[in-house]
């Protein structure tokens, strides 16, 4: 079975390889970029400004062909890929929650970019917390992670 | 520019149509189902085990075609599409924010299921709290949403 997405826009970014981009918007609080939604979907826009944040989910086009072990950015043991938030992935769609500033038109102006410039957007959604946040979460290997880093290497390229 | 994704496994849920599904983890916490991985990707799910909570990204595949401008479950005003949660959007990607109770193989117990019975499933991450939750966050019609539902009617179909 094959699922065939088309972007609805385009992020840009001051980040222009993986390699050095922030590997969360929780770690990349001071990168500020926009997206920029393409004509035909703009109306679908209305009512966003209203929402301090906005979750983006985007396709990673510049990552490379997965591996079903990693380490991660924040480990030095290999773990299972599902178990991770590593980028190469069988469908490598990213999930970035980022600080709306502001809607002009078709560009969002927005904070905390984890997000190469180019990178295709498949969808936006509103952040919702009764929807999206969990308070107490248990969270496995990531409670004692062993590295402290902001940024990814090319380990996933 | 098209994406192609294949699905990593398949949701089982006790919904058979979107219509009567809950329109979010929040409002289904005593639906439980489960998540079928396939055989290929099984290794993926080491560690996983660890976290309360995942989240699912899957395609949902019973939408009908989207408009930009939906009245949303919760409300009785026309909304922008991409201000809302609803289900038909131009890339169907549905993000749902599950419990995970247990892992058996390539078998995902779960609880809080709003997905369709049969759902393809894109893609698997662990719930990370200072990745996904925002804490206070400003979210616009949604303050003074006008409907309380927890179920969807046929407006998507």
């Not at 999930?95 to 500033?101: A, D, M, Q, R, T």
């Not at 959604?125 to 402290?148: C, I, M, N, T």
């Not at 880093?149 to 996933?156: E, I, L, M």
């Amino acid at each position: 079975m094959k699922i065939e997405y088309e972007p609805i826009g385009i992020v840009h970014s001051p980040f222009n390889q993986p390699q050095g981009t922030p590997i969360q918007p929780s770690r990349a609080k001071n990168a500020a970029g926009s997206v920029e939604v393409y004509q035909e979907f703009v109306d679908g826009l209305c009512d966003l400004d209203g929402f301090s944040h906005i979750i983006l989910l985007c396709h990673l086009h510049k990552t490379g062909s997965y591996r079903l072990k990693v380490v991660p950015f924040l480990d030095t043991q290999l773990r299972g890929l599902f178990a991770t938030r590593a980028p190469s992935r069988p469908n490598p769609i990213g999930l970035s929650v980022v600080e709306l500033l502001g809607v002009d038109g078709g560009t969002l102006a927005i904070q905390g970019v984890d997000l190469v410039d180019g990178t295709p957007v498949l969808d936006i959604k509103p952040y919702v917390g009764e929807f999206d946040d969990r308070g107490q979460s248990r969270e496995g290997w990531l409670e004692h992670a062993r590295r402290q880093t902001n940024v990814a290497d090319d380990r996933f390229k």
